[in-house]
């Protein structure tokens, strides 16, 4: 038995896997088809927030009914809590990695994505992600 081919138990905790489960539906598959997006979509200024995003050259749609702020840092609360036994900061660095490990390193670009449109981290002037405050 290899010690290093052992699946964390951790990442089967029901609150990780909902967490991992709302970062691979966040988004749904090409462009919004919203009311506003079909007839008023082409306007100059990008809505805020965006209802079509770019993730590595695929269109997406944003899913707002599942990732709202308080969803997203709510299910990501929970999963931190389950996996580290400790509260999730609520402000200071992010630490990506220690996020990554509760959706995969295959999910990073939606995590990422999805924790930046959700609000609930934000790039500062040095690009440093920082937990955000709900606005």
């Known amino acids: 038995m290899d010690l290093f081919d052992q699946e964390d138990k951790r990442l089967s905790l029901k609150p990780v896997k909902e967490f ?4 691979r539906n966040a988004f ?3 462009r919004c088809t919203c009311v506003l ?4 979509g082409a306007g100059p200024a ?10 590595d050259g695929t269109l997406v749609c944003r ?10 840092r709510g299910a990501l609360s929970k999963a931190w809590e389950s996996y580290y036994k400790t509260t999730l900061p609520d402000q200071g660095l992010v630490d990506m990695d220690a996020i990554t490990v509760l959706v995969g390193d295959d999910a990073l670009p ?3 994505l999805l924790l930046l449109e959700a ?3 934000a790039k500062n002037d040095e690009q440093e992600l920082l937990f955000a405050a709900e606005s």
């Open 20 to 23: 991992a489960d709302l970062v």
């Open 28 to 30: 749904g598959d090409g």
């Open 37 to 40: 997006c079909r007839d008023g």
């Open 46 to 55: 990008p809505k805020k927030p965006q209802h079509t995003l770019d993730l």
């Open 63 to 72: 899913r707002f009914a599942i990732t709202a702020y308080s969803d997203v």
């Open 110 to 112: 939606r995590l990422l």
């Open 119 to 121: 609000g609930v981290v």
